[in-house]
């Protein structure tokens, strides 16, 4: 079993700062990729970044230049610095890892549970 931590969520003024985090922990024998999700009330989760192991990243459009992803592979940690906030950005954010648990191959999907991300205007 593989279990995802988020921390780093809470409640900042448009123009500002966060750092999440996320942490894997369990039968971990690979991970990759890693992403970060998001679900605003009433929307449906949407995919806002995701990086590889090689360190290739991709973004949303609506956060291009104003969030970057990383992932520290010997720690099986990713991490979102988002910055330049903005109320439309208010949404549950989550962690998502495809996980290969043994060197058979088995590859499943794992999520977080979630941590809150709130932008006042």
């Known amino acids: 079993q593989v279990q995802l931590v988020e921390s780093g969520g809470g409640l900042v003024q448009t123009g500002g700062s966060l750092r999440l985090s996320c942490v894997a922990s369990g039968s971990i024998y690979r991970i990759n990729p890693m992403k970060w999700y998001r679900q605003a009330p009433g929307k449906e989760r949407e995919l806002v970044a995701s990086?590889?192991?090689?360190?290739?990243?991709k973004y949303a459009d609506f956060v291009k230049g104003r969030f970057t992803i990383a992932m520290d592979s010997a720690t099986n940690t990713v991490s979102l610095q988002m910055n330049s906030l903005e109320p439309e950005d208010t949404a549950v954010y989550y962690c998502?890892?495809?996980?290969?648990?043994?060197?058979?191959?088995?590859?499943?999907?794992?999520w977080g549970q979630g941590t809150q991300v709130t932008v006042s205007s």
């Open positions: 990086v590889n192991q090689g360190g290739d990243t």
């Open positions: 998502n890892a495809r996980v290969i648990v043994n060197f058979e191959g088995a590859l499943y999907e794992y």
